[in-house]
C-alpha cells in the first residue's frame, strides 16, 4: 500500500505505533462510539460534549500519552467547547453499559480483522468457540469525593468480569459493576445472558453454581469450572487413575449434580493430585465440566483448565502496559469507563501481536511477544506522530478498509518490524523471600551504606 512521505517514515522507525493508529482509526472510530452512546445511554443526553471525544481523552491516559485527564484535555483544549468541570461530569455519569457495548461492538470488528490475519491458530478446543471468564476489583482511588474524604478505608469504585477470547486472544465482553464490595456471583446472570450455544466457557470457582452451571447446560453450551466446595454433589462410581500430568496425577470421576428445582445433570469430575500444593495448601485441584469424554479426555480437560491463566496473563499485561485505573476518577461510572478504554487498547495491541506473527511467523510468536514493550513503544511516539500527521490522512488510508483488506495493509507494515525489539525477557525461577529485619527496628536505612559495606 502507498502511504504518504510521512506515514511512510513512521512505518520505518515506529511500525507498531502506525499499526497503533491505524487500526483504532477502522475499528474504533468517533461515529461508532457515539453512535453506541446515542442507543445505550438512559439517563445522559449526547449534548455538544460527545462521548467520542472524552474516550479520547481517556486513550491518552490509558495509554501513558498524558499523565491525567485534566492534562489531556488542556492539551486538546482548543478541540473543546465545554469545560473541564463538563468532561468530568460526563464521565463520571457514564452508566456501565455504555462501556459494555463499547468493549463488545469494537471487539466484534477486531476478532474480523484477526480472522483475516492468518494464518490462523489452532482453537484450544474444535468444534467450540472457547472463552475464558475472571473478575477484576478495581484498585482503590484516591478520596477526592466529599463523602470520603474522611473515612480511613480505600474507596473501591467497581469491578469487572471480562470474558476473553483465548483463540482470538482478545477482550470479548465485560461486565461492570459499580458495587467494589459485591461478590462476582451478583453478575452472573448477566454473564448467563451472553452464553451461546457452542461456547465451552472455562472459570475459577467462584463461577461454580448450580444456576450458572445448569443455565450453560441448557443454552446448550459446555462448561469447564473448578469445584466450589459448597456446591452439593454425589459423585458416582469410583475414581480412575489416568496417568501423570506436569503438575501431579489425573483422576476422573463421574458426578451428579442437583439443582434446586429437582433437575438432575450428570458431569464428569477431573481431579487433579498435585505434586506441589497451591499458595493456599491445598493439595488437589477439582475441575467440573459437562464435555464429553469423545470431544475432550480427562487430560485435555486438565490441560484446558491450566489456559485459564492465559486471563490472568491478560490482567497482568493490563496492569503493566496501560493506565486503566485512574486513581483520581472516584465515581464509579468514570472508573469503569476507564477500565474499558484500557480494555479497547489491550484489543488494539493483541490485533498488533496478531500481525506480527501472521508477518514473521516462528520469530514473532505472540505469546512471546510482550505487550509491555509494545505499550512503552507506542507511548513514545504516539503524541508525536499525532502531530505530524493530520486526521484526514488517517482517515484516507484505514477508515473504509474491510476488515481483510486492514489485514492486509497490517500485515505489510508489520512486515517492516523488526519483532526483537518486543520480544519478552526470559527469567530464571522465582527465589523464596529472604528474611529481612524488622522494620520497626529499623524503620530507614542508607542505601549507599549497606552497599559500602559489600564484601
Request: charged residues 25%.
Amino acid at each position: 500500500m502507498m502511504f504518504s512521505e510521512i506515514i511512510d517514515r513512521f512505518v520505518e522507525q515506529s511500525g507498531v505505533t502506525v499499526m497503533f493508529r491505524g487500526t483504532l482509526e477502522n475499528a474504533v472510530t468517533p461515529n461508532l462510539l457515539d453512535e453506541i452512546f446515542a442507543k445505550t445511554a438512559k439517563r445522559q443526553r449526547c449534548g455538544e460534549l460527545l462521548f467520542s471525544s472524552v474516550v479520547d481523552l481517556l486513550a491518552l491516559v490509558a495509554t501513558g500519552t498524558r499523565r491525567s485527564v485534566n492534562d489531556a484535555y488542556k492539551a486538546k483544549k482548543e478541540q473543546f467547547t465545554d469545560s473541564v468541570t463538563s468532561v468530568y461530569n460526563k464521565l463520571d455519569g457514564v452508566e456501565t453499559e455504555v462501556s459494555r457495548q463499547m468493549v463488545r461492538q469494537t471487539a466484534a470488528r477486531m476478532a474480523e480483522v484477526v480472522g483475516h490475519l492468518g494464518p490462523r491458530r489452532q482453537p484450544l478446543l474444535s468444534g467450540y468457540r472457547t472463552k475464558i471468564v475472571d473478575g477484576n476489583h478495581l484498585a482503590a482511588t484516591e478520596h477526592r469525593i466529599e463523602e470520603l474524604r474522611f473515612i480511613g478505608g480505600g474507596p473501591l469504585p467497581g469491578q469487572a468480569i471480562a470474558v476473553l477470547d483465548p483463540d482470538r486472544m482478545l477482550v470479548l465482553d465485560v461486565f461492570p459493576c459499580e458495587d467494589g464490595h459485591a461478590q462476582e456471583r451478583r453478575l452472573l446472570p448477566e454473564v448467563l445472558a451472553a452464553v451461546q450455544q457452542g461456547d465451552l466457557w472455562i472459570a475459577d470457582r467462584n463461577f461454580c453454581t448450580l444456576d450458572f452451571l445448569f443455565g450453560i447446560a441448557t443454552r446448550p453450551a459446555a462448561f469447564l469450572i473448578r469445584e466450589h466446595k459448597n456446591v452439593p454433589y454425589e459423585l458416582l462410581g469410583t475414581r480412575r487413575r489416568i496417568g501423570r500430568c506436569p503438575t501431579g496425577v489425573i483422576f476422573e470421576q463421574k458426578m451428579r449434580l442437583t439443582d434446586g428445582k429437582g433437575k438432575v445433570m450428570e458431569v464428569r469430575r477431573v481431579t487433579i493430585e498435585l505434586s506441589k500444593p497451591t499458595r493456599d495448601g491445598e493439595s488437589e485441584v477439582h475441575v467440573v465440566t459437562n464435555l464429553p469424554p469423545e470431544h475432550a479426555n480427562a487430560r485435555a480437560v486438565a490441560d484446558l483448565y491450566l489456559r485459564r491463566w492465559t486471563i490472568e496473563n491478560a490482567f497482568q499485561e493490563l496492569d503493566q502496559a496501560f493506565n486503566g485505573e485512574i486513581k483520581t476518577l472516584g465515581y464509579p461510572g468514570a472508573a469503569l469507563l476507564s477500565f474499558c478504554v484500557a480494555l479497547l487498547a489491550y484489543n488494539v495491541i493483541s490485533v498488533v501481536k496478531s500481525a506480527l506473527a501472521a508477518a514473521h511467523g516462528g520469530k514473532a510468536k505472540r505469546e512471546n511477544l510482550s505487550g509491555y514493550y509494545l505499550a512503552g513503544e507506542i507511548e513514545a511516539t504516539y503524541h508525536g506522530m499525532k502531530i505530524a500527521i493530520s486526521e484526514t490522512e488517517w482517515a484516507k488510508h484505514f477508515a473504509s478498509l474491510a476488515p481483510a483488506d486492514l489485514a492486509r495493509v497490517l500485515k505489510e507494515i508489520a512486515a517492516r518490524v523488526k519483532p526483537d525489539r518486543f520480544r519478552k525477557t526470559g527469567r530464571g525461577p522465582q527465589k523464596p523471600m529472604p528474611q529481612r529485619s524488622s522494620i520497626r527496628r529499623n524503620p530507614h536505612v542508607s542505601t549507599a551504606r549497606v552497599i559500602a559495606h559489600r564484601t
